[in-house]
């Protein structure tokens, strides 16, 4: 098992940056993928970026794409997502998840596919 925990989160103004950090622990020389995913009042949660944790490849979502980036520290298994020119509908709960069994070798977004949560960071963009 994985133990991820999120940090970073908080309440800015439309426009502004936020760097979001996970930290994994336990069986992180397990891990297949690394993904961030949200999940905002009264929604499912979705796919936000994702990285192989080789750090081969990385993935975003189109609504994030140009905007986001998803980075790995290698010596401490630390996961960020450094998230640029944040709009109010970004304002979500956001989570960190580790995917142990290449679930996701076929597709990155799904989050069935990956084993192990963090509890999440709330993030909130004001208008």
């Known amino acids: 098992q994985v133990q991820l925990v999120e940090s970073g989160g908080g309440l800015v103004q439309a426009g502004d940056s936020l760097r979001l950090s996970c930290v994994a622990s336990?069986?992180?020389?397990?891990?297949?993928?690394v993904g961030w995913f949200r999940q905002a009042p009264g929604k499912e949660r979705d796919f936000v970026a994702a990285?192989?944790?080789?750090?081969?490849?990385?993935y975003y979502s189109d609504s994030v794409k140009g905007r986001f980036t998803i980075s790995r520290e290698y010596a401490d298994n630390t996961v960020y997502l450094q998230m640029n020119s944040l709009k109010p509908e970004n304002t979500a709960v956001y989570y960190c998840?580790?995917?142990?069994?290449?679930?996701?070798?076929?597709?990155?977004?799904?989050?069935?596919?990956?084993?192990?949560w963090g509890q999440g960071t709330q993030v909130t963009v004001s208008s």
């Open positions: 998840a580790a995917d142990r069994h290449r679930a996701s070798v076929g597709y990155y977004g799904s989050a069935a596919d990956y084993d192990d």
């Open positions: 336990g069986r992180a020389f397990d891990i297949f993928t």
């Open positions: 990285m192989r944790w080789s750090g081969s490849s990385t």
